[in-house]
């Protein structure tokens, strides 16, 4: 049973398009979250949800946006994609040591 | 701005041998301490941590330091193993273990030579 499951793991599109990558963990974890992982390797965290509601929002444009329909999934939406949007994409979810993050979602704008 | 830095971007090391992965921060407020190891095409997966109330926890070959007034932690891997091979990821967090989103270092890529 994967504990962090993330879909699509790979996704292809062209500029302007809006697209969404689903995010679901079995762990009962009450907290879940988004890195990026960008093109010089860096993860850096976009959003923080603890059992449905925000709590940590980084400077990220409000063309992504997260939705948590409940505490065990954790979705990004992305309106009109752009070529910088390019990266992969990792949910997490927090356990007591460390957190348990997905496989990654490898975006790519073309 | 870098609050945490790994400067060495790949480690190579002979199987057997010990391996040293490095990792500095500036933040004061620090204060958790992670390190992650991750395989191509996979997500990171958690290694071993340390609470800035300590300086060095062990976990079978691995063991963190954590050296607060140098604002330093350092990853030994004792013996290194081909299986070691992955880029290690430390990372660090304020606030204790709560909620507190985790600042990552740009990574090492280890490669254990058999």
């Known amino acids: 049973d994967t504990a962090v499951s993330q879909t699509p793991k790979y996704l292809v599109t062209q500029m302007g398009n809006d697209k969404s990558i689903k995010c679901e963990q079995n762990l009962g974890h009450d907290t879940m979250y988004w890195y990026k992982q960008d093109s010089k390797k860096f993860l850096k965290i976009m959003f923080s949800y603890n059992n449905k509601e925000l709590i940590i929002n980084e400077t990220v444009p409000n063309r992504f946006s997260p939705k948590s329909p409940d505490k065990a999934h954790l979705n990004l939406h992305i309106n009109s994609l752009e070529l910088g949007d390019s990266a992969v994409y990792f949910c997490a979810s927090r356990a007591d040591r460390g957190y348990t993050f997905g496989s990654g979602t490898r975006l790519t704008v073309v | 701005d870098q609050q945490v830095k790994q400067n060495s971007p790949s480690l190579s090391v002979q199987e057997g041998r010990i391996s040293i992965l490095n990792c500095d921060y500036t933040n004061s407020m620090f204060d958790y301490f992670l390190w992650y190891k991750k395989y191509p095409a996979e997500g990171p997966t958690f290694l071993i941590s340390?609470?800035?109330?300590?300086d060095k926890n062990e976990d079978g070959r691995f063991t963190v330091f954590l050296n607060k007034s140098a604002k330093h932690l350092s990853l030994h891997i004792v013996p290194s193993q081909p299986g070691d091979s992955a880029v290690y990821f430390c990372?660090?967090?304020?606030?204790?273990?709560?909620?507190?989103?985790?600042?990552f270092g740009q990574g090492t890529i280890l490669t254990v030579h058999p």
């Open positions: 340390i609470s800035s109330i300590k």
């Open positions: 990372a660090a967090s304020a606030g204790g273990t709560s909620y507190g989103k985790l600042t």
